[in-house]
């Protein structure tokens, strides 16, 4: 393809850092639309430091403290690092034990990350989405509010991002099984 033809970077799942799994058709749509999540959740970040600033301003310029900017701080840090975790792993970008799995071929690595993603990631994700459904629905009825005197209100919005971030995790953890059950059953490898 020519410079001109390139697709933008953003509209295309990254590859495998390893460049050995093959990607499935719902890997490359689950991984491209968790890609521009990513990319679009990434503004939180600067929204933070927007607010930090506008805190420390209020703070040391005027003498004032806002209960309200200091649980925004921590909101957009929550939201951040929530949709941050899928991106993380379409990307490859999460923590590994490098050590350990340089050692092993790339077969037995896949067959790790399925056994994994089977056994602890999946039954995790389907018991954080189970029970943060309730938690957020439970917050939404009851109207929950800050405790603190000049919090936030509307508590739910902040607790919508736990099943939203995990629904995202798990089905980048279903993305990376489709592949490594693509890479193992092909015969040539």
């Known amino acids: 393809m020519s ?10 799942a990254p590859e495998d850092v390893a460049g050995v ?5 719902f890997s490359r749509t689950a991984d491209a639309i968790i890609y521009r999540l ?16 506008l ?3 209020l703070r040391f ?5 806002k209960i309200y900017i200091e649980e925004l701080q921590w909101h957009i840090y929550a939201v951040g690092i929530a949709f941050a975790l899928a991106f993380a792993s379409v990307t490859d970008a999460h923590i590994r034990i490098d050590l350990l799995s340089t050692r092993f071929r790339k077969r037995t690595t896949s067959w790790i990350e399925v056994i994994g993603t089977l056994v602890f990631l999946l039954p995790y994700c389907a018991l954080v989405l189970i029970y943060s459904v309730t938690f957020v629905t439970n917050s ?6 800050s405790i603190s005197p000049g919090g936030l209100p509307y508590r739910w919005i902040i607790k919508c991002t736990l099943p939203l971030a995990f629904l995202l995790v798990a089905i980048a ?3 990376r099984l489709t ?3 693509a890479y193992l059953r092909d015969t040539r490898r």
Do not use: K, M
Request: with cysteine; net charge negative; proline share 4%.
């Open 21 to 25: 799994l093959p990607h499935t058709a």
């Open 38 to 53: 990513g990319v679009i959740f990434s503004a939180v970040w600067f929204l933070l430091v927007l607010v930090i600033i």
């Open 55 to 57: 805190n420390v301003v």
């Open 3 to 12: 410079e001109q033809q390139t697709p933008d970077a953003s509209a295309r």
């Open 179 to 181: 592949r490594c059950i």
């Open 61 to 65: 310029g005027f003498s004032a403290t």
């Open 173 to 175: 953890a279903i993305s």
């Open 140 to 145: 939404f009825a009851s109207g929950e509010v």
